[in-house]
């Protein structure tokens, strides 16, 4: 898969993001699929070893992938998203304002469906 590909894939895995100034001053955060952001990020540190071999790589060479390595790398501990990778090292620096909270409601419901899967597995 192209770099161009793989980029498409992983923008279209991840919840949007609001085009403001506002969000890319900590001013709020988007929740994200731990699931998704587990897979994006694995896939750069397996591809590069490191955050940091990665992020030097792709912002020197003006990868296609560097927007969507930035994304998978500005999220905390409880996978919101910040606008700035600032923020997900310092999430109380940023306002409390989840700007997709109905996503709290489909991540809850997916953990509760994989907890039920997993009983009726065992």
């Not at 990868?63 to 090292?89: N, P």
């Amino acid at each position: 898969m192209s770099d161009e590909q793989l980029n498409k894939k992983f923008l279209s895995m991840l919840e949007s993001t609001p085009d403001t100034t506002d969000f890319s001053n900590g001013e709020g955060y988007v929740l994200q699929d731990p699931e998704v952001i587990d897979e994006i990020q694995k896939y750069f540190l397996d591809r590069f070893g490191s955050y940091y071999v990665a992020g030097r790589t792709l912002d020197d060479s003006n990868s296609i992938l560097y927007g969507a390595f930035l994304r998978a790398f500005a999220v905390d501990k409880k996978y919101r998203e910040w606008g700035q990778t600032f923020y997900s090292l310092h999430p109380d620096e940023g306002t409390d304002f989840c700007y997709n909270p109905e996503f709290e409601k489909v991540l809850l419901k997916k953990n509760r469906k994989n907890k039920l899967d997993q009983i009726e597995n065992h």
